[in-house]
């Protein structure tokens, strides 16, 4: 099988992994074009040092850094607003001495489940369910490993207000979590 139609053979799942980044779908399409362009246009760098779709994901990542420095102007800086309902949940959460108001379920064994497929599309779900500001945010720090300095200065953002976004972004995932997998079991489809 030839390196071209490998590369398009992981084309569905580099999709998958933009729009969750970006959630536009424009602009995922446009990053995995520019990914296998790449990976097309020096099919000599992958030199098997890694199995492709790692390699595929991470020429992505860098795709899709530059889509977001690219558009920053076109975010208002309305969608970075609190809303009401953050504080809410910090308040039900959290006793006045930070700690928990309730244990948090007990999770079993996270690595076995992060492993599972039915897992990784439920917390993609769940990740879907953030407000998009609070939800880019998030993927910026988690997923593209991006440092909290680079994030304040591509979104404009404080530190303080980075932080509280992904305290919240953290909580609200947490919460789906505890309600949508570790609280019940998934049927398999």
């Given amino acids: 099988m030839t390196i071209e139609n490998q590369i398009a053979e992981h084309r569905i799942y580099l ?11 424009t602009w995922a399409e446009d990053a995995v074009s520019e990914t296998i362009l790449a990976a097309l246009t020096k099919p000599q760098a992958f030199a098997n040092k890694s199995q492709l779709k790692t390699w595929l994901v991470g020429i992505l990542k860098h795709k899709i850094i530059d889509s977001i420095r690219q558009r920053t102007r076109e975010v208002t800086m309305d969608a970075f607003e609190d809303d009401d309902r953050g504080d809410l ?16 379920a007990d999770w079993g064994n996270p690595e ?14 769940c990740n879907e369910k953030l407000p998009p500001a609070m939800g880019r945010v998030f993927l910026m720090r988690e997923w593209l490993e991006l440092s909290c300095d ?15 976004q992904l305290h919240r972004a953290r909580l609200r995932l947490r919460e789906c979590l505890e309600l949508n997998w570790f609280g019940k079991i998934i049927p398999t489809p």
């Fill in 150 to 164: 680079d994030i304040c200065k591509e979104l404009g953002l404080t530190s303080t207000n980075l932080y509280v």
């Fill in 112 to 125: 076995q489940d992060l492993s599972s497929q039915q897992f990784l599309m439920v917390l993609e779900a």
């Fill in 15 to 25: 999709l998958r992994y933009a729009r969750l980044q970006l959630r536009n779908d």
């Fill in 89 to 104: 949940l910090d308040t039900l959460t959290f006793k006045p001495d930070g700690h928990f108001v309730e244990s948090p």
